[in-house]
């Protein structure tokens, strides 16, 4: 998706939008903070 609107001015590019929803999803979250613990996550869905 990235690599497919590179060329793209950030009005009409839509990877930003998606990247920002899925960093917002509970399960992403839990991903990340689980990773700088340097823990096991616990996923949710």
Not at 14 to 42: C, H, M, T
Request: charged content about 35%; proline content about 2%; aromatic content about 8%.
């Amino acid at each position: 998706m990235f690599h497919d609107q590179i060329d793209q001015d950030e009005k009409s590019a839509y990877a930003q939008k998606a990247i920002v929803l899925n960093a917002l999803d509970e399960d992403a979250r839990e991903g990340i903070s689980a990773f700088l613990e340097k823990r096991k996550p616990v996923w949710k869905g």
